[in-house]
């Protein structure tokens, strides 16, 4: 079980932007991020910085392997939010073959560098909000599946829906490899509870952020909002998760990242250590 952070958090937010791909500083976050004690980072993959991301090149592919070599922290996951700028529901004809096109050519760089993973986003404008959405991703899952089988990586989906729904639609795309990506915060904030969810998809669950929010509000820090940890690792443990977990935090003082993902680090150790305890 290895303990990640989403990319961006390391090092200083971009002009007016709380979470996206750090153009001039990607490079210096595998260093820090190591000596945070840190094992992971979850690559962002968006609109903001794609002309720039090293996923895009094979020479941006070579540097990462190598200052993940060098610095012992891996990448093994994407945080596709270009699909909160470009949705892969609700798009005209044209539209949603190019969105569903950039799913498989994205997944074929991930490839390349052995990332299992790749977490796509269905909140806030790209939320699933009606059955005609849920069947057309259904539909458009079953267009990339021939990759997904070829290249053995996971589709993760991270949503706002309710368990019932939730637990609905993975069955109907009915694939080993789509996954639940699990917000603890988000949950937190829409008033879910860990229990109700794990009991209607637990064992789909192929990946969590960790992350504290109030419910109806935004991010606070761990440990100030309404996230129910205690329930949420009883659940986990009783489904035997054994994957990563990422810390997708709120941010601290500006210029003190370092010392705050320190912090944070050892909070989540803690609430990871949980998963050890015996039932």
């Given at each position: 079980?290895?303990?990640?952070?989403?990319?961006?958090?390391?090092?200083?937010?971009?002009?007016?932007?709380?979470?996206?791909?750090p153009?001039?500083?990607?490079?210096?976050?595998?260093?820090?991020?190591?000596?945070?004690?840190?094992?992971?980072?979850?690559?962002?993959?968006d609109?903001?910085?794609?002309?720039?991301?090293?996923?895009?090149?094979?020479?941006?592919?070579?540097?990462?392997?190598?200052?993940?070599?060098?610095?012992?922290?891996?990448?093994?996951?994407?945080?596709?939010?270009?699909f909160?700028?470009?949705?892969l529901?609700?798009a005209?004809?044209?539209?949603?073959?190019h969105?569903?096109?950039?799913?498989?050519?994205?997944?074929?760089?991930?490839?390349?560098?052995?990332?299992n993973?790749?977490?796509?986003?269905?909140?806030?404008?790209?939320?699933?909000?009606?059955?005609?959405?849920?069947?057309?991703?259904?539909?458009?899952?079953?267009?990339?599946?021939?990759v997904?089988?070829?290249?053995?990586?996971?589709?993760?989906?991270?949503?706002?829906?309710?368990?019932?729904?939730?637990?609905?639609?993975?069955?109907?795309?009915?694939?080993?490899?789509?996954?639940?990506?699990?917000?603890?915060?988000?949950?937190?904030?829409?008033?879910?509870?860990?229990?109700?969810?794990?009991?209607?998809?637990?064992?789909?669950?192929?990946?969590?952020?960790?992350?504290?929010?109030?419910?109806?509000?935004?991010?606070?820090?761990?440990?100030?909002?309404?996230?129910?940890?205690?329930?949420?690792f009883?659940?986990?443990?009783?489904?035997?998760?054994?994957?990563?977990?990422?810390?997708?935090?709120?941010?601290?003082?500006?210029?003190?990242?370092?010392?705050?993902?320190?912090?944070?680090?050892?909070?989540?150790?803690?609430l990871?250590?949980?998963?050890?305890?015996?039932?």
């Amino acid at each position: 079980m290895k303990l990640g952070i989403m990319q961006g958090r390391l090092v200083p937010p971009e002009p007016g932007r709380f979470q996206s791909f750090p153009r001039q500083h990607w490079r210096e976050e595998f260093a820090l991020a190591a000596a945070a004690g840190l094992e992971t980072i979850e690559w962002i993959y968006d609109a903001y910085g794609e002309d720039v991301n090293p996923l895009g090149t094979d020479v941006g592919l070579n540097a990462m392997q190598a200052l993940s070599a060098s610095h012992g922290v891996a990448v093994e996951s994407v945080c596709a939010d270009w699909f909160m700028d470009f949705p892969l529901l609700r798009a005209h004809d044209d539209e949603a073959l190019h969105r569903w096109q950039r799913l498989r050519w994205l997944m074929e760089r991930c490839a390349k560098l052995s990332i299992n993973r790749i977490i796509v986003p269905f909140v806030d404008a790209s939320a699933i909000e009606t059955p005609a959405d849920m069947e057309q991703l259904v539909a458009g899952i079953r267009t990339v599946t021939d990759v997904i089988d070829q290249l053995n990586i996971e589709i993760h989906l991270e949503t706002s829906l309710a368990p019932e729904p939730f637990a609905w639609l993975l069955s109907r795309i009915g694939h080993p490899r789509v996954k639940v990506n699990y917000d603890s915060g988000n949950s937190a904030s829409l008033g879910f509870k860990p229990a109700e969810e794990f009991a209607k998809y637990g064992s789909h669950v192929g990946s969590v952020h960790i992350k504290d929010r109030r419910l109806g509000g935004g991010t606070v820090p761990l440990g100030e909002g309404d996230t129910d940890f205690s329930g949420l690792f009883a659940a986990l443990r009783a489904v035997n998760y054994r994957r990563d977990f990422i810390l997708q935090v709120a941010r601290g003082l500006e210029g003190e990242e370092l010392a705050w993902a320190r912090e944070n680090t050892k909070k989540a150790r803690i609430l990871i250590s949980q998963l050890q305890t015996t039932r």
